[in-house]
């Protein structure tokens, strides 16, 4: 209800003011995302049907529990008073601070067939200053060679709420290894042919053949063989 009130100085100049006595309403406030900072959002204040206007008609005079996450206990509150010509009990509204949503882009990362994985790294947009993320990214399954799309594993801040940036573009790839050419190591010692050193393969150029066996390998069956010159003729024919 509004009402005139006139008044008076000491020269008898009459002066009239318009005051709104009634209740505040304070419109709901939306959840608020964290910020790691107080939260002030905007208020919509009413009085007798009249939208007022904030430092003119009322002001803030507390905020609590206006940085951390809300809990069913414990939300965020502000509280405010009339001035100017409203008249009115202070109210207080009370507004949620939840999770706030960022993105997490994991780098296109390679490695060799048979090696081990690296540490999978990231970039992140949206987190408050001095804070940062726990736990590790992983991908699919698998050794193969191919492509396997990252997960977020056990990447948490209980502050946010994590998604995955770009998964079908940001992926871990595993491509063929290098294979290295086999060291071929000459054996003298081995013949190839009969223990009793009739040698199998003696061309009539009188040349028998030496095991030439890979370096490492455990293998039975010579890797190559290498023509060696007899010009005594000591070997017999096989």
């Known amino acids: 209800r509004s009402h ?14 318009m005051i709104a006595v009634g209740p505040i309403e304070i419109a709901p406030v939306a959840d608020q995302p964290y910020t790691g900072a107080e939260i002030r959002p905007e208020l919509t204040v009413t009085c007798c049907g009249n939208t007022l206007q904030a430092d003119e008609d009322y002001e803030v005079t507390a905020y609590v529990n206006n940085i951390q996450l809300s809990t069913e206990l414990e939300k965020a509150g502000v509280t405010i008073a009339l001035k100017g010509n409203y008249i009115g009990k202070d109210e207080t509204a009370e507004f949620c601070i939840v999770p706030k949503e960022i993105s997490v882009t994991p780098a296109a ?4 067939y048979g090696e081990e994985d690296p540490e999978f790294t990231y970039t992140v947009d949206g987190l408050a200053a001095g804070e940062e993320l726990t736990g590790k990214l992983i ?3 698998g050794e193969n ?3 396997y799309e990252y997960h977020l594993g056990t990447l948490a801040n209980p502050n946010y709420v994590l998604t995955l940036a ?4 940001n992926r871990f790839t595993i491509r063929k290894g290098e294979q290295a050419a086999p060291e071929l190591t000459a054996v003298p010692e081995s013949i190839y042919g009969k223990a009793d050193g ?8 009188a040349e028998y053949r030496r ?9 039975a069956a010579p890797a ?5 010159t007899d010009p005594d003729m000591q070997f017999a024919h096989g």
């Not at 005139?4 to 003011?17: E, H």
């Open 198 to 205: 009739q040698i199998d393969g003696l061309s009539s150029r």
């Open 166 to 169: 770009n998964p079908e573009q």
């Open 224 to 228: 190559a063989f290498e023509p060696v």
């Open 109 to 112: 990362m390679e490695k060799a």
């Open 145 to 147: 060679v191919g492509t």
């Open 139 to 141: 991908r699919d399954e």
């Open 4 to 17: 005139l009130i006139t008044a008076s100085d000491k020269a008898g100049n009459l002066t009239s003011v």
């Open 211 to 219: 095991i030439l066996t890979v370096s490492g390998s455990d293998a």
